[in-house]
């Protein structure tokens, strides 16, 4: 076996062609917004800002007769599409993330979100183990008896996958495919849930928000706790005005505004 710790990615974020944004600004007369754009700032805030002012064409005053007065300070603008519960908007910036060395416990939880979520997950009928990569809490780390016990479970288990391989012949020349597929799926039955594999997940901001709040509530999963705070940390990078009203309050992501 293999001790191993979870880690994340994040692989993705939007892009936005300024070319074409100003364009298309220059056609509805959008350039006094374009023009106060923070050059620095991160592009799926501006996409949430662009996203938002569309819907009511504020990107000056008067453009749309009924709006005399807009907000020029992209946080405040984007702190009141959260606090008005305007969220459909943050669904235009989606991000990517690689959870890498997370157990199949944690990805069983994950694949329970379905809005504003995707995911793509390691096949274990496909990937054969040849050894159990494995995360252990530090406290678990503490507790010699227990690292014991554990560490011999997992080396029988791995010792046999190596021996079902064997068996199998699945590594003998001319071996087909669909037969190394239905042994390897058979093979996956004697790992245990915390072997630890990969997912692809990839959330748009309204669902980021949610599933960090849920993931790292106090009743959640350790593992699963600990990666949502490194999603939550990314975010905060990725999108500070849209992600700093959370409290972290005993490692609990705690937003002021639920449910955006
Ligand atoms: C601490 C914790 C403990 C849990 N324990 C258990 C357990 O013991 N057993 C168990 O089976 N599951 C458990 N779950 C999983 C939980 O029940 C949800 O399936 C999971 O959190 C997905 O979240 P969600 O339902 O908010 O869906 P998401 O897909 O994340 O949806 C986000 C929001 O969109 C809305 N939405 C999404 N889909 C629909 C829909 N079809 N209809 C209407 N509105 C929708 C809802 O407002 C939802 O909250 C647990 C989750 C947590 C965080």
């Not at 007369?29 to 805030?45: H, I, N, S, T, Y």
């Not at 907000?71 to 603008?77: F, H, K, L, P, V």
Request: glycine share 6%; net charge negative.
């Amino acid at each position: 076996m293999k001790h191993v710790t979870p880690e994340v990615f994040l692989i993705s974020a939007p892009k936005i062609d300024y070319e074409a944004l100003s364009a298309y600004l220059a056609e509805v007369g959008g350039e006094p917004w374009a023009k106060r754009l923070d050059p620095d700032a991160a592009d799926g805030q501006n996409l949430v800002e662009f996203a938002g002012r569309t819907c009511y064409r504020s990107w000056a005053p008067g453009l749309n007769p009924n709006v005399s007065r807009v907000r020029t300070d992209q946080t405040q603008y984007l702190q009141n599409i959260l606090s008005s519960a305007h969220g459909s908007v943050l669904e235009h910036a989606n991000f990517t993330f690689v959870l890498h060395n997370v157990s199949r416990v944690l990805t069983h939880e994950l694949v329970r979100h379905r809005a504003g979520v995707a995911v793509s997950q390691e096949s274990l009928r496909f990937v054969r183990l040849d050894e159990l990569p494995f995360w252990f809490p530090s406290w678990a780390l503490q507790d010699e008896e227990l690292m014991s016990r554990a560490i011999n479970i997992l080396t029988i288990l791995e010792e046999f996958q190596e021996w079902m391989g064997e068996h199998f012949g699945l590594d003998v020349e001319g071996t087909k495919f669909h037969e190394k597929k239905e042994k390897t799926s058979f093979m996956r039955r004697f790992a245990p849930e915390g072997v630890a594999t990969g997912i692809v997940m990839t959330g748009n901001i309204r669902a980021l928000r949610h599933v960090i709040e849920a993931r790292t509530a106090p009743g959640a999963e350790e593992e699963i706790r600990l990666v949502f705070d490194k999603v939550g940390q990314l975010m905060l990078q990725e999108a500070p005005a849209l992600f700093s009203d959370y409290e972290v309050i005993e490692g609990a992501w705690v937003p002021k505004w639920r449910k955006v």
